[in-house]
């Protein structure tokens, strides 16, 4: 079964300060993924990896940077957090190899902006 | 771009009767991946079915879907609901033409089942 771990799984921030969501994957995946959920809008992707070194800008970039150190873990850090950054944010890996991956999710970091 | 069309945002059904999850998606491409992923409260999201051939139904875990193509639809179907199916329901297009595995996901669909 993959694996797909988050952390914190709940941080709450300030307005205009810096944080930094971590996720870990221990199943080798080559892809790596950030999505935020929010009612009415599904999943929606922030950035993406193809591998260690890699990021790729997503569908919603915009106030996010990402981080791949490594194969096993993906980064993702808000310089300046905002009240509208206030999500749930997951992560997800999956194998690479095509189109018909299946992506596994991480548990969720639920993130509150003040 | 691809786009995934979700039509219900809440489904309420009382136990036992047909389960049907509407989703339609667009794409350029002629050979899409189209996808099912269930979100249940406190858990992660994980795949529930997914498929590429062009009517054949697909099934697990007691839903099914069936592709196709000339209807741009991939429903999710299951013929009598039980309690423990209420969650969010997600349908997704995958990027066929980059081939990057990256997903397109609809606005999701949370199905609540009632006694």
């Known amino acids: 079964e993959a694996a797909v771990t988050q952390s914190p799984r709940n941080k709450v921030a300030v307005t205009g300060g810096k944080v930094t969501l971590s996720c870990n994957q221990t199943n080798n995946h080559n892809n790596m993924y950030w999505y935020r959920q929010d009612t009415g809008h599904g999943l929606r992707l922030i950035h993406y990896?193809?591998?260690?070194?890699?990021?790729e800008k997503g569908d919603i970039p915009d106030g996010y940077k990402a981080s791949r150190p490594s194969q096993e873990n993906f980064s993702l850090i808000l310089e300046l957090a905002t009240p509208s950054q206030t999500s749930v944010y997951f992560c997800?890996?999956?194998?690479?190899?095509?189109?018909?991956?299946?992506?596994?999710f991480g548990p969720g970091t639920r993130l509150l902006v003040l | 771009g691809d786009s995934v069309t979700q039509t219900e945002g809440l489904v309420t059904l009382t136990e036992g009767l047909p389960v049907m999850l509407n989703c339609t998606y667009q794409t350029i491409y002629s050979n899409p991946f189209l996808f099912w992923y269930v979100h249940y409260l406190n858990e992660s999201p994980r795949l529930l079915l997914k498929?590429?051939?062009?009517?054949k139904r697909t099934e697990h875990q007691g839903f099914h879907a069936t592709l196709h193509k000339s209807s741009s639809s991939f429903h999710l179907q299951k013929s009598s609901a039980q309690l423990s199916d209420s969650a969010l329901y997600y349908c997704?297009?995958?990027?066929?033409?980059?081939?990057?595995?990256?997903?397109?996901f609809g606005h999701g669909t949370i199905l609540r089942v009632h006694p």
């Open positions: 990896s193809y591998g260690a070194g890699s990021t």
């Open positions: 997704a297009l995958s990027e066929a033409g980059a081939n990057t595995g990256k997903l397109t």
């Open positions: 498929s590429s051939t062009d009517n």
């Open positions: 997800a890996s999956g194998a690479g190899t095509g189109y018909q991956d299946t992506q596994y």
